[in-house]
């Protein structure tokens, strides 16, 4: 499955072996899902019902919680979010992170209250597929930060998902562009312009046909690779809908001034409602000029109506409008192309749809650039569920598509240097550029004589990341291991020419989360000038230890033709150049020995903290006590349900004529008597019953009503049932006359007297017990229990056609065996002269044709 996960709404794709590539309904039917979510009474519910609750429990109602995941308390999009929200927001001192109070007893991290609409996504994805889904891909903005990718991690780990890889907005809706097209070797450069309902991207991509070496063959795929990025952080559809919210409330004080005794922006639950209509005038706007808004009750129950024109809505977000351009410039002169290098500009996201926004880009690129050739909604979630295939084992894709992903922000490693006269002279090395490959691996060598640490920070102060409080920290690495291995060698590293060198690796994966996998420590030992032959061979071809493994110094692609690169990066312990330099080893007479030991590498995240062991462990139980009640709140509701329609079912059924002729009216007094008991108490003290009171009731009713069903079903099915019996005996008598007729003109019969006998024996005390039983059903009557049942008639029925059956295929198998032979006269003369040999050699045949023929008997069957 896939998410694209927005800041205001969630689209679930989902894709399985027979079934396309598809976006996964919610419970009401919608192709895209609320990003909201309510927590009342320990339920917690989604989407439009969550939204429909917010005027009435604002303070337990969650919205846009992706605009603060990984986000400090402090931050400035945590510190908006506490101007526009109403839920009670506190800090949590162990992560200086924000925490909601939800209730006196229980605090939920955003990372928690993400993780219930992710559960909510893979129900929907389970009752598509018709089994659970786990195997995620989960779309994250090109700009977000280590923090915020590891909440979106932690949510989704929260929610029991597996997740394969995150990938960015654009690169998904990219990647199911390139699907249903053909590219060149020449590339083709196209803008993805994607402005949500939280931010605001343009992506340069880069599309064309590229030849990889498979073995000893060259193939060619095509290829996305993204050349740069602008974005916006805070321009998105939420913003307009918060100044139209603000201009609806000033519309509402000036109308009603003299009759409400407090300001509207006092009231959490009318300011809710406002932006909700907000959020409705917007859209009819983008396609009319003017609509009027309308809440009734709004505030103090006054009803509210006012008429909001799309020049008023320009006007008020004329500001907003004016950095619409700025993503799109900041991305072109990022890939240094012009606006006549790139071929479309792609329109993607629900905001594009604002008339003066689509203007402001045709200023830029010029209309005849304005594509709108993808499904502006669903292109990303689609993309990152064909993203998740060509990751699964479970799918073998036609078409590979190879991608080149970008992280935006510069990535350093800062270290102090072992040896230097100055403390806190940190030295800094660029690792992973401005807009360079995701999907990397890198190795940095130092010089070092003990333990020792290091730092990953972005390369941009916090400033430059929109002055985003402590997003510029990634983790500390602390390297030990080394002390001990140098000191247990010291003698040999003494007497080397070449220092012990150590190597430590640095991944940036293809979600963009940086790591360091391991560290380890080469150093050469001379033996005394005593090589060994293994020395020699090691030293003649080269030291493996003394190198990077083949898959360290070699490009290579992955499963999911994501590019891997690795680099060795010398750390020295000063800038200069020459000490940067790799030291040549001098030959000598003697040929060393290299030996590698790995070092612990303890990585611990800095800046924003990730969700502890301990918080994880105390989420995982509340949701896990939540599941539980989600569950019995489910039977609880199906076992109403079902009592519910049995009531309304069993009422109707009483009003049929047939009824009144298989019941006496005390039965049927009696039985509407409970329905009508029943159906009071549903609606009274049996509102807020349990499970077991639902079930144990409809048991109670439909033991009354199964004796009057049974009557019902058997009455109607009566003559049915008579007319079944005596064509299952009169087949079974013609066949029997039949086959004597035939017989007495054949030397060779195929039935004995005594298989037709029985056969007719058989039918005839069929014949009697049916005249029997519909004797004693006449003077029973109808309002009793019948004794001619349907499941009676089934049984008899049974056995006169399986007797019948079995001497018809006896007669097939007889015939199949003279066609299929041509006896000898000898061999006629044997049969004359040994009949119970004949008829041994019947009996055989007779199986081999039932073993070959089972078709053709069915075929018997159905004609009788």
């Known amino acids: 499955m896939s998410i694209d996960y927005g800041t205001e709404w969630f689209k679930v794709g989902l894709i399985k072996p027979g079934i396309p590539l598809d976006v996964a309904l919610n419970k009401d039917s919608k192709r895209k899902t609320q990003a909201v979510v309510t927590l009342r009474d320990n339920e917690r519910i989604y989407g439009s019902d969550a939204v429909s609750l917010a005027g009435r429990f604002p303070q337990f109602t969650y919205f846009n919680l992706k605009s603060i995941a990984g986000k400090p308390y402090n931050d400035k999009h945590s510190v908006e979010y506490r101007h526009r929200f109403v839920n009670t927001m506190d800090i949590d001192p162990e992560r200086n992170m924000p925490i909601f109070r939800h209730n006196g007893t229980t605090e939920l991290t955003v990372e928690e209250l993400i993780a219930y609409q992710f559960q909510n996504a893979r129900e929907q994805a389970r009752q598509t597929a018709g089994e659970d889904v786990r195997d995620v891909v989960i779309t994250v903005t090109p700009f977000a930060t280590q923090h915020e990718r590891q909440a979106i991690l932690d949510a989704a780990e929260l929610a029991g998902l597996k997740v394969l890889s995150l990938i960015h907005d654009e690169t998904a809706v990219a990647l199911n562009y390139a699907v249903s097209r053909q590219f060149t070797t020449t590339p083709e450069n196209h803008v993805f312009y994607d402005m949500g309902a939280g931010s605001t991207v343009a992506s340069v991509v880069s599309f064309s046909n ?190 590979q598509i190879k991608i080149k992903d970008v992280t935006i922000f510069p990535i350093e490693v800062t270290y102090e240097p072992e040896q230097s006269s100055e403390e806190g002279h940190a030295i800094r090395t660029t690792l992973f550029h401005e807009f360079g490959t995701m999907g990397v691996r890198k190795i940095m060598s130092f010089k070092r004589q003990s333990d020792f640490t290091f730092d990953i920070n972005y390369a941009k102060t916090a400033e430059e990341q929109d002055k985003d409080v402590g997003l510029d920290k990634i983790g500390h690495v602390k390297v030990t291991g080394l002390t001990a291995a140098l000191e247990k060698h010291q003698d040999d590293i003494k007497s080397s020419e070449n220092p012990p060198k150590v190597r430590v690796t640095i991944e940036m994966s293809d979600s963009g989360i940086v790591s360091v996998p391991e560290a380890s420590v080469t150093i050469e030992v001379n033996d005394n000038g005593k090589a060994t032959f293994k020395d020699k061979v090691k030293s003649f071809f080269g030291s493996k230890e003394d190198k990077p493994t083949a898959s360290e110094q070699q490009e290579g692609a992955s499963e999911t033709s994501q590019a891997t690169q690795n680099e060795t990066v010398p750390a020295s312990e000063n800038n200069t150049a020459a000490e940067n330099e790799t030291t040549v080893q001098a030959k000598t007479t003697k040929e060393p020995t290299l030996l590698k030991f790995p070092l612990e590498v303890e990585y611990i995240p800095t800046g924003p903290a990730p969700l502890s062991k301990k918080a994880k462990d105390a989420a995982r139980q509340r949701i896990k006590e939540l599941d539980y009640l989600d569950q019995q709140r489910r039977y609880r509701e199906e076992a109403r349900n079902s009592l519910e329609s049995f009531v309304y079912r069993t009422q109707d059924f009483l009003e049929d004529d047939v009824v009144a002729k298989v019941t006496s009216e005390k039965e049927q007094e009696h039985l509407r008597e409970k329905l009508s008991e029943t159906s009071d108490w549903l ?182």
């Open 210 to 399: 590229v030849e990889v070496k498979e073995g000893k063959k060259k193939r060619q795929y095509p290829q996305i690779e993204v050349k740069a990025i602008g974005f916006d952080r805070t321009l998105g559809g939420h913003e307009f809908d918060v100044r139209l919210m603000d201009h609806l409330a000033n519309g509402f004080m000036k109308l009603h001034k003299d009759k409400v005794k407090t300001d509207i922006r006092t009231s959490d639950g009318a300011m809710a409602r406002l932006l909700k209509e907000a959020n409705r005038v917007k859209q009819i706007l983008s396609a009319n000029t003017e609509m009027s808004a309308s809440v009734e009750g709004l505030h103090e129950d006054i009803d509210f109506k006012m008429k909001v024109t799309r020049a008023e809505l320009e006007s008020m977000c004329s500001d907003l409008l004016g950095r619409v351009q700025n993503p799109i410039q900041q991305a072109l002169a990022a890939a240094k192309l012009q606006v006549d290098d790139v071929k479309s500009v792609v329109l993607v996201g629900g905001s594009v749809r604002i008339p003066a926004v689509q203007r402001k880009l045709n200023d830029v690129v010029g209309y005849q650039r304005i594509a709108k050739n993808v499904n502006a909604d669903e292109a990303a979630v689609l993309g990152a569920a064909f993203r998740g295939a060509s990751l699964s084992n479970q799918f073998r894709l036609t078409k």
């Open 683 to 864: 609606y009274d003290e049996g509102e807020d019953a349990e499970a077991g009171a639902y079930s144990e009731r409809l048991r109670g009713l439909q033991s009354l009503e199964r004796r009057i069903r049974t009557r019902h079903f058997e009455y109607l099915k009566r003559e049915e049932n008579v007319s079944r019996l005596t064509t299952s005996v009169q087949l079974a008598q013609t066949f029997v006359e039949q086959s004597r007729q035939t017989e007495a003109k054949d030397q060779e019969p195929v039935y004995t007297d005594e298989e037709l006998d029985n056969l007719l024996k058989l039918a005839e005390t069929v014949e009697q017990w049916k005249i029997t039983k519909v004797a004693e059903q006449e003077k029973l009557g109808d309002q009793v229990d019948p004794v001619l049942t349907t499941a009676a008639t089934d049984e008899k029925c049974k056995q006169v056609d399986e007797a019948l059956m079995k001497l018809i295929r006896k007669k097939k198998a007889s015939s199949s065996s003279k066609k299929s032979e041509k006896p000898t006269a000898d061999e006629n003369a044997g049969k004359n002269e040994s009949k119970s040999d004949q008829n041994d050699q019947d009996t055989t045949e007779e199986v081999k044709e039932e073993e070959n023929t089972e078709h053709e008997e069915q075929h018997e069957h159905d004609e009788l």
